[in-house]
């Protein structure tokens, strides 16, 4: 699962590709749509054992620490 629906998300599924299950975003006019022809759901759906890829390079971190106090799954950043 990677986070957001944009460039960075972009960059991400072309390296992953079919590797990647749905996309994840916080937005609620995002949520329930595809990205690249995969569901994007939000945050609070995911499971403890669900890994969820960051690719935000530098800016990462921030995002990381947010998102593991605020939610189940396994936090990746790159």
Known sequence: MILGC???AAWAHNIAGTKISCFVDENPSRIGR???GKPVMHPRELAGDDLLVLPYGAT???LAEKFEKLYKAKIFSL
């Open 6 to 8: 944009t460039n960075n």
């Open 34 to 36: 595809t990205f690249y």
């Open 60 to 62: 990462a971190k921030p």
